[in-house]
């Protein structure tokens, strides 16, 4: 699989949309509750299992809110439950983060595999951001586990076009060579897709530049679909949601 040439560095989110993300997450949650009589009528869910993996230094509460919809939808909507999503942020290295990473897939992949055994049937990964990353590798790798894979605003690309580049840079202090950048972004489209992804961007996001937000795997199984929303709204948006509910409709 061939990914785009991370040369050269990818535009970072403009400063206007960063710096609104904390107002307009609250103006989506607003519109989530507003417009819940609304949300209420989109297509009923088949109670198969969904597992919600949480984005880059969050955990699990702060996709309750989608879950507690997906549940009211009429599906199964799990927790990871593996607490805060570090993503290798205290890696000292490139390879040390890359081991986190492989880690916490390894770790969802038996959730996944446990969930599917259980009920026999396949199971959705839906990703935020660094959670994406995850739910598509998996995508890869057990297709025999998994029905479909949602991503909300996650960072397909070189780094570099993420608000938090700098500060991730300054933590993690080996290299980002070009070598080094482009096996991180390879990294999540090892092996064959097999598997539908639906990959929802935001053009306003305000950490995930728009250069990056795109995912790259094999065009005959990926839609990248572009919603108005916020970096930190996504869960909460409502548009996101009954685009979420959409999609999970279809056989």
């Known amino acids: ?32 509750a507003l417009l819940r009589p609304l ?7 088949d109670g198969h299992s969904i597992i919600v993996l949480p984005g880059f230094m969050a955990a699990d509460a702060s996709t309750a809110g989608l879950r507690n919809f997906l549940n009211a939808q009429g599906y ?17 290295s490139l390879e040390a983060a890359l081991a986190a990473r492989s880690e916490t897939e390894s770790r969802v992949a038996a959730l996944v ?5 259980r009920t026999g049937r396949k199971v959705t990964l839906i990703g935020w951001s660094l959670g994406g990353l995850v739910a598509v590798a ?18 397909y690309g070189d780094p570099r076009g993420t608000a938090l580049y700098r500060v991730m840079s300054g933590r993690n202090p080996g290299p980002a060579d070009e070598e080094g950048i482009r ?27 728009r250069d990056i937000a795109q995912c790259e795997a094999d065009a005959r199984w990926v839609r ?8 930190i709204g996504f869960p909460f948006n409502p548009l996101v949601r009954a685009v979420i509910a959409r999609e999970l409709a279809q056989v």
């Open 39 to 45: 949300l209420r009528r989109l297509p009923r869910g």
């Open 138 to 155: 998996l995508a890869h790798r057990h297709p025999e586990w998994l029905r479909r894979v949602i991503t909300l605003g996650t960072p």
């Open 183 to 209: 096996r991180w972004v390879q990294h999540a489209y090892q092996g064959e897709l097999q598997v539908p992804v639906l990959a929802l961007y935001s053009k306003t996001d305000g950490i995930v530049g």
């Open 76 to 92: 199964n909507a799990m927790p990871w439950g593996l607490g805060r999503h570090g993503g290798g942020d205290r890696a000292a």
């Open 224 to 231: 990248n679909v572009a919603v108005p929303a916020s970096h």
């Open 1 to 32: 699989m061939s990914v785009a040439n991370v040369n050269p560095p990818p535009r970072p989110p403009l400063i206007r949309h960063s710096v609104t993300e904390v107002g307009r997450v609250f103006l989506e949650m607003g519109g989530s």
């Open 113 to 117: 595999q446990s969930e599917f055994e």
